[in-house]
């Protein structure tokens, strides 16, 4: 399944629409305004929480984590050490997920056991802060969609 993640120019937060392949909004994030942890929710288009996205405090490096009602709680870490290219590690209770490419051009890869899950590219969209996201059939769509904003939060956080 294809879906286009758009940061909305005018929010309170930084909020994003995510669309699917047929244009319909399947998720929207509604990034919360004032807060330490730099909090995001994760929404189906119905309105229904999902995920909680926020920033670790107090750990080595930039940590993300994920907290979903009856799922294990997730991780993504940024690898301290990786001189070609980005690389984050997503620990999903057990399930090790890798993001890997180049992250600054949002152009990455999700991987588990060496195998393609899901991908992230800007480089067909000319609008600021829109990507496209392949998510392979099975998958955790939310899952995948959640690491995104997370990896492009830590991404801008860069930039700033």
Not at 139 to 146: T, Y
């Amino acid at each position: 399944m294809r879906y286009v993640m758009q940061e909305k120019l005018v929010s309170f937060g930084d909020d994003y629409v995510i669309r699917d392949e047929s244009g319909r909004e399947a998720f929207r994030v509604d990034g919360k305004v004032l807060t330490v942890r730099d909090a995001l929710v994760l929404e189906d288009a119905a309105g229904n929480r999902l995920a909680n996205i926020h920033k670790k405090l107090l750990s080595i490096g930039k940590t993300y984590e994920i907290e979903r009602e009856g799922q294990p709680d997730v991780s993504i870490h940024k690898s301290l050490f990786s001189p070609l290219h980005c690389k984050f590690r997503v620990d999903a209770g057990g399930d090790e997920l890798e993001a890997r490419g180049d992250l600054l051009d949002h152009e990455y890869t999700f991987t588990r056991n060496s195998r393609e899950v899901a991908s992230v590219s800007k480089k067909w969209f000319s609008i600021r802060d829109t990507y496209g996201v392949e998510v392979a059939e099975g998958e955790d769509h939310a899952l995948i969609l959640a690491c995104a904003v997370a990896i492009d939060r830590m991404c801008h956080e860069e930039d700033e």
